[in-house]
């Protein structure tokens, strides 16, 4: 008689809770669930298996930023020595470029099956040329590498003259 009263109290509290506070809070052995909602499964979004990509290599004097895309330009992924790990004036080496390039190139090729690159430098950084020596070292078809780095054509107009 006294369990039944139990269970007739936890029932009667349970009725006041909103259902998300009760599949939150713990259950006891007299505590009901207010409502047991189905449990939906996701499916897995597949990775797509893109052969060919463009790496874009962005290397300045304080960091080296390196962008894997597909041939139309959707990222991929990227890496740069400061997400690797690298900080202050670390970050702008050749070393810390070359482990960005590595980090990016092995994150391309197992999630998406890289396997034929073309590769665009821009800038002007020390982790330039290492970079491109470690993609090639990566057992990546590289088919053409591109400095595309802007030049100055004459600049802005200049300042009015100051009239004293």
Do not use: W
């Not at 665009?120 to 057992?139: D, F």
């Amino acid at each position: 008689m006294a369990k039944e009263e139990e269970v007739k109290k936890a029932e009667v509290a349970t009725e006041n809770i909103p259902a998300d506070a009760t599949d939150a809070a713990a259950t006891t052995e007299g505590e009901v669930l207010a409502a047991d909602a189905p449990v939906v499964k996701r499916k897995k979004s597949k990775k797509r298996a893109v052969p060919e990509g463009q790496i874009h290599v962005l290397a300045t004097f304080n960091n080296t930023i390196i962008t894997i895309t597909d041939t139309k330009g959707n990222v991929l992924t990227n890496a740069s020595a400061g997400a690797s790990g690298f900080r202050g004036s670390k970050k702008g080496t050749a070393y810390a470029a070359q482990v960005a390039a590595e980090k990016a190139i092995t994150e391309a090729r197992n999630n998406f099956g890289l396997s034929r690159v073309d590769i665009q430098v821009k800038g002007i950084g020390l982790g330039r040329e290492a970079a491109i020596r470690s993609l090639i070292n990566q057992k990546i078809q590289v088919d053409s590498v591109k400095d595309i780095t802007g030049t100055a054509h004459g600049g802005v107009r200049p300042r009015k003259a100051k009239r004293n």
